[in-house]
């Protein structure tokens, strides 16, 4: 939410800030903006409502210059006050000479506001941040701190609540960027005589590979010498430098029209890097383990805590765990978490599960559990962020950057990551010989190669797409794995495509939503195999021929060589054979294309649906 890029070095500032926004702005794309520091006392700005391109053509207007050595820009997912050019950032205080960035919520902005106008303060935007431009000023111009902008910022950042990264250059500091951290993410790119800051390496991977990550409640100073890092109080601190194993090949579109379209091909990649290195022939290794074997012994019940697509697949993992664990496991949205009061002590796990490792709602789930003596166990996609950080173990999805803003390669990986939680517990717990993991492990081995098979299957519901994109709604029913995944198909189409879609239980449609069937109403049905459960697949075709006999367009996903079904499918897609608990992970690729088809044939942008961000750091 918000991206965030400052550059200090020997270079010209602009290009490489507007190219890591470029990078980022899958964080937020309301408005953007930069400030340029210029060396000779100045400080500019620019900035605009919408997408970072209004902001380029505003630029090569050449209406503001922007020359110099040290900047910052920022793109925004708005929270306070709308998505303006005035509400846009950099924000200045009233001498315009100190510029300030921000991504996440001042709390206490409201009552910082009222002091500020109460001392004849005019505010010019309906934002959190502007207070900090003004605070921070301040405390360069006059006072204890007066002349020192680290300081400054320092004592700030003492006066602020809530959740913030923050950036700030000034005019009379040519050559240094201040920046702060609390609940927010924040790295530090460390370059050969320059120096970068970003909500995310992928904005200077272009540059430098090596990147210090900066830790909660600390404040970085960045010139082209170095940089140093200390607490809000001045002291010394903590932090954590690392070499980002990726590059910049993994955060461009490589040939593909979108960053959507090369993430879903890449997924059979996604799945085998995620498998990679958590089986060492004893069994399931985790990455950062704080529990010992002993503990994970003693868990007596789980949950999964997770919000949208990433509690899709935790409605997946429920099945798997079970059913290899024999433990009770409840999933539910991080967002309700921790107003319900959840029964939680130290024989509970707390499986999180995020992509960014910094989803607030996530956040805060996991902070409450921790408070219980609950185990923390986190499934995450991005390495050092928040969420791991605050757990006892780890387990990372290696499915690489995933740009696009709806998830879709790191959902096939998270849902992997469940399956390994399953089988790393019922290995701790014995309740499957160790030859029994490693045979599930081998089954989940071979499915990559099955995504990869799915994905040359697509071209059927490319064309289907265009044909049902008109329609005024469509609903996925499924049954056991199946219903989490006709779940993540309707929430991929709502945001992609902005279509109503639900996603509902086969088996509960009788009990009030088959009211929404009308003729000629697409509804996407995910068959199981009739090998896997006899059972189960009969009573699914029950459901289709319910449902087509209300007149719904029946769009059938089943398994290769089901014959039964294809009389009640008006479309039918076959995927290939794949053992009953691993079925989302083909299942969910036609739903993926579906989504992104019929978006595309309406005209939107798959990679930036509109009201959204990547990563949600606000509650
Ligand atoms: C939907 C989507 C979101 C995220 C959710 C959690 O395509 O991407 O629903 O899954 O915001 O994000 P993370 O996994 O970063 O915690």
């Not at 404040?219 to 194993?245: C, M, P, W």
Request: net charge negative; charged share 25%; glycine share 10%.
């Amino acid at each position: 939410m918000c991206g965030i890029v400052g550059y200090t070095g020997p270079r010209q500032a602009l290009p490489l800030v507007l190219e890591g926004l470029r990078r980022l702005e899958y964080r937020g794309y309301d408005s953007a903006g930069v400030a340029i520091v210029d060396g000779e006392g100045g400080l500019s700005t620019a900035k605009k409502a919408g997408v970072l391109g209004n902001l380029e053509h505003f630029i090569d207007s050449g209406d503001v210059a922007l020359a110099g050595l040290t900047g910052m820009g920022h793109t925004r997912w708005a929270t306070h006050g709308g998505p303006t050019d005035r509400n846009a950032h950099p924000h200045t205080d009233a001498t315009g000479r100190v510029a300030v960035i921000h991504n996440g919520i001042i709390e206490n902005f409201v009552t910082i506001r009222k002091d500020l106008e109460s001392r004849g303060i005019e505010m010019r935007s309906d934002t959190d941040t502007e207070v900090v431009a003004h605070l921070l000023g301040q405390a360069f111009a006059q006072g204890p701190t007066a002349g020192d902008l680290p300081a400054s910022m320092a004592a700030v950042c003492r006066c602020l609540e809530g959740a913030f990264t923050l950036v700030a250059g000034h005019a009379d500091v040519p050559g240094m960027l201040v920046a702060a951290r609390r609940n927010s993410p924040l790295v530090i790119g460390v370059g050969d005589g320059e120096m970068f800051l970003a909500s995310d390496v992928a904005a200077f991977i272009a540059h430098t590979r090596e990147a210090v990550e900066l830790g909660q409640d600390q404040l970085v100073v960045i010139t082209s010498h170095g940089y140093e890092v200390t607490s809000f109080s001045g002291r010394e601190a903590d932090f954590k430098a690392f070499h980002v194993n990726w590059d910049l090949s993994a955060a461009e579109k490589g040939g593909y029209p979108t960053f959507m379209d090369k993430e879903i091909a890449e997924q059979p990649h996604a799945l085998a890097d995620t498998l990679l290195g958590h089986f060492d022939g004893n069994g399931i290794v985790l990455d950062e383990q704080r529990l010992g074997e002993d503990e994970l012994r003693t868990i007596d019940k789980v949950f999964v805590v997770a919000c949208g697509t990433a509690f899709h697949s935790g409605l997946i993992g429920k099945y798997a765990i079970e059913h290899w664990t024999r433990l009770p496991v409840e999933v539910e949205l991080a967002s309700e978490f921790r107003y319900r009061d959840p029964v939680l002590d130290r024989e509970t796990l707390v499986v999180a599960v995020s992509q960014s490792g910094e989803t607030a709602d996530t956040l805060e789930a996991v902070r409450h559990a921790r408070r219980q003596r609950a185990r923390v166990l986190a499934i995450c996609n991005t390495n050092g962020s928040q969420i791991p950080r605050e757990s006892d173990a780890v387990l990372y999805t290696h499915a690489g950057p995933e740009v696009g803003v709806a998830a879709t390669k790191t959902f096939l990986a998270q849902v992997t990551a469940n399956y390994l939680v399953g089988l790393a517990l019922a290995q701790a717990r014995g309740t499957k010989y160790r030859d029994e993991v490693t045979r599930e492990f081998e089954l989940l081995s071979e499915m990559p190669a099955a995504v990869a098979t799915t994905l040359t299957l697509m071209d059927p519901i490319r064309e289907l797409a265009a044909d049902i994109s008109r329609s005024k709604a469509v609903l996925f029913l499924g049954r056991h794995v199946g219903f989490p995944v006709a779940l993540e198909g309707a929430l991929k189409l709502k945001e992609l495509a902005y279509m109503h879609a639900e996603g509902f239980a086969a088996g509960e449609l009788k009990h009030g939503p088959i009211a929404l069937i009308e003729e000629g109403l697409p509804v996407v049905v995910i068959t199981p195999s009739p090998k896997a459960d006899p059972m189960l697949h009969s009573k699914l075709l029950s459901n289709i021929r319910e449902i087509q006999a209300r007149g719904a367009r029946t769009i059938v996903i089943a398994e290769e060589g089901d014959d039964t079904v294809a009389p009640f499918a008006d479309f039918l897609l076959e995927l290939p054979r794949v053992p009953k608990l691993f079925q989302p992970l083909v299942a969910t690729i036609p739903l993926q294309i579906l989504a992104a088809e019929i978006a595309r044939s309406r005209g939107y942008d798959i990679d930036k649906p509109r009201n959204l961000a990547k990563s949600v750091t606000v509650e």
